[in-house]
């Protein structure tokens, strides 16, 4: 068993061997209009993603709910416009996802710049 004064259980670098990374001055970053820029950008591109997402995923019970002989109208066998929205739902959600990984991979690059200085 292991005892307090055993030299393993004193294997964390003390302060004077590794140097601390410095952190940012986040309050000098946010007043950068770099960085007010990518703020801009991301909004940007999030509002009007999320406004179009939640449009799209709300209309299948607006439609099923107000127009539901339009929703009924068979497609391909049994297969109905409900079930053929209901499915692209799906299908939009990875679209969506796949779009904004894309677009973030910039962000991240953006933002890596205005923390390191530049701008």
Same mark, same amino acid.
Do not use: C
């Given at each position: 068993?292991?005892?307090?004064?055993?030299?393993?259980?004193?294997?964390?670098?003390?302060?004077?061997?590794?140097?601390?990374?410095?952190?940012?001055?986040?309050?000098?970053?946010?007043?950068?209009? &770099?960085?007010?820029?990518? !703020? /801009?950008?991301?909004?940007?591109?999030?509002?009007? %993603?999320?406004?179009?997402?939640? *449009?799209?995923?709300?209309?299948?019970?607006?439609?099923?709910?107000?127009?539901?002989?339009?929703?009924?109208?068979?497609?391909?066998?049994?297969?109905?416009? &409900?079930?053929?929205?209901? !499915? /692209?739902?799906?299908?939009?959600?990875?679209?969506? %996802?796949?779009?904004?990984?894309? *677009?973030?991979?910039?962000?991240?690059?953006?933002?890596?710049?205005?923390?390191?200085?530049?701008?």
């Amino acid at each position: 068993m292991a005892s307090y004064s055993d030299p393993a259980m004193h294997n964390k670098p003390t302060s004077d061997s590794e140097p601390v990374p410095s952190q940012p001055d986040w309050q000098e970053l946010a007043s950068r209009p &770099a960085f007010r820029d990518l !703020l /801009s950008a991301k909004a940007r591109f999030i509002v009007p %993603a999320l406004i179009f997402f939640m *449009v799209f995923y709300l209309a299948l019970p607006i439609l099923v709910g107000y127009w539901p002989d339009m929703m009924k109208k068979k497609i391909w066998g049994e297969v109905n416009v &409900a079930y053929l929205f209901a !499915l /692209s739902q799906f299908f939009m959600a990875w679209i969506m %996802a796949f779009l904004y990984v894309k *677009v973030a991979a910039g962000w991240d690059k953006a933002a890596a710049a205005v923390i390191h200085g530049q701008e």
